[in-house]
C-alpha cells in the first residue's frame, strides 16, 4: 500500500522533452507524461478508456495527445475532445489526470484526492542552483525491492561499516548509536564518528589528515519519501561548522517513489563545497564515488526482497539497532489506515 496524498518525484526535469511521451509506473499505475507548450509537465493515465491502448503509443498534438488506435484526442484535464467520425462526445470519454509540478529541477506529481494538492508542501532541493556549491544532477537507481526496505537501509546507519567498509563506512561506525527525533511526519537522525580514519573516497579525492570526526544529519519526510542529509568530514576539533578548507561539505537528496510493491524509483544528487583537491574532474569523482555506494546498497537490499519474497510470512528478530525502524513502520502503518479511513475519503 502506499500514502498518495503526497508530492512524489516522478523524474527529473531534463527528462520529459518536447513532442515525447514518456511513460512510468508510479504507486502501481501507468502515468503518460508529456512536455505542455508553456514548458509545465501534463500527467494521465496511460490507459485510453475507450480500449484501454496505452495513451503513451499515441502522439502529442499541442498540449493535447491522441490515441492512435482509435483516433481519440484527450486534453491535458483527460477530457476527450475529439472522436472521428463522431459529433457528440460524451463526458464519460476522459482519462484520469493528476497535478504537477516543475521544482528545483525535479518533475513531482501529486496522486491522491487532487483537491488536496497544495504545491506550497512541496520540500526544497535548493542546493542544486545554490552559489558555492557544484553538483551532477540525474541520478537514478530502478530498484528490484520495495520501497519500505530501502527507507530501512537508509534510517540504519549500523550497516556502514559492513555494506560499505570498503568506501563510505568503517568498522567502527558499527558501534556508534545514532540520535534520532520524531516530529510530526518527519524523522531526524544525527550521527557522529569522532577521531576515526577518514573512509575511502574521501581519502582518494580530498586532502584530509589521518584521523577525521564525521557528522552525518538526516531528515526523511515520510510523505512521498523524501531524504535530505548534510555530511560533513573535517580535521578533528574543527565541528560540524568547519571552515577549514580541507573540510568536506556534502549536501545529498534521494526521493523513492514507489514503482509498485516489489519496485522502486531511486531518484538522488549530492552536492558538494569546493573543499582542498588535486583531484580533475572532482564533481564528476565525486558522484562516481556516491554511485558506487548506492549501488552496494542496492546488491544487499535487493537480495534480502528476493529471501523475502520466497517466504514473505518468515519472521525477523529484531536488535536494539531497529527501534527507529520499527517506529517509522507504525508510523506509516497510521498514516495508511488515517489515508484509508471513511472521514479522509470525505474530506
Known amino acids: 500500500m502506499y500514502l498518495k496524498n503526497a508530492w512524489y518525484v516522478a523524474g527529473w526535469n531534463s527528462e520529459f522533452q518536447k513532442d515525447q511521451l514518456v511513460s512510468r509506473r508510479l504507486l502501481g499505475q501507468d502515468i503518460v507524461f508529456y512536455r505542455r507548450g508553456d514548458g509545465s509537465v501534463a500527467a494521465l493515465e ?34 476527450c475532445v475529439e472522436v472521428p467520425g463522431q459529433e457528440r462526445i460524451s463526458d464519460k470519454l476522459k482519462v484520469r489526470s493528476f497535478p504537477t ?11 491522491g484526492q487532487p483537491e488536496l494538492a497544495d504545491a506550497s508542501e512541496i520540500k526544497q532541493v535548493h542546493w542544486h542552483n545554490r552559489e558555492g556549491w557544484r553538483v551532477e544532477e540525474g541520478g537514478y537507481l530502478r530498484y528490484a525491492s520495495g520501497v519500505q526496505l530501502i527507507v530501512d537501509n ?30 510530526g511526519e518527519t524523522v531526524s537522525v544525527r550521527f557522529t564518528t569522532l577521531g576515526s580514519p577518514p573512509p575511502a573516497f574521501a581519502r582518494e579525492l580530498g586532502q584530509l589528515p589521518e584521523n577525521v570526526d564525521r557528522f552525518n544529519y538526516y531528515v526523511w519526510h515520510i510523505r512521498g519519501n523524501l531524504f535530505v542529509q548534510d555530511s560533513v568530514i573535517a580535521p578533528v576539533g574543527e565541528g560540524y561548522e ?25 531518484f538522488w544528487a549530492t552536492a558538494h563545497n569546493n573543499f582542498t583537491s588535486t583531484t580533475e574532474d572532482l564533481t564528476r569523482r565525486l558522484t562516481e564515488q556516491v554511485a558506487h555506494a548506492f549501488d552496494e546498497d ?22 536494539a539497532a531497529d527501534g527507529t525502524l520499527l517506529k517509522v513502520r507504525r508510523m506509516l502503518d497510521a498514516l495508511l489506515l488515517e489515508e484509508r479511513s471513511p472521514k479522509a475519503a470525505t474530506q
Not at 102 to 111: F, G, Q
Not at 158 to 167: A, M, P, Q
Not at 298 to 319: F, G, H, L, N, W
Open 154 to 183: 537508509l534510517l540504519d546507519f549500523s550497516h556502514l561499516g559492513f555494506v560499505h567498509n570498503k568506501s563510505i563506512g568503517t568498522r567502527k561506525q558499527g558501534n556508534i548509536r545514532p540520535e534520532t527525533e520524531f516530529q
Open 46 to 79: 496511460d490507459r485510453c478508456c475507450h480500449r484501454a491502448a496505452p495513451l503513451s503509443k499515441g502522439q502529442q498534438e499541442g498540449d493535447q495527445i491522441r490515441c492512435m488506435y482509435h483516433g481519440l484526442l484527450f486534453n491535458c484535464a483527460g477530457q
Open 242 to 266: 568547519s571552515l577549514d578548507p580541507a573540510t568536506m561539505k556534502l549536501h545529498t537528496f534521494i526521493a523513492l517513489t514507489p514503482c509498485d510493491e516489489n519496485t522502486a524509483h531511486y
Open 101 to 111: 509540478e516543475v521544482r528545483d529541477n525535479l518533475v513531482w506529481i501529486w496522486m
Open 298 to 319: 542496492r546488491e544487499i537490499i535487493e537480495a534480502q526482497q528476493a529471501v523475502i519474497s520466497t517466504a514473505p510470512d518468515a519472521p525477523m528478530v529484531a536488535i
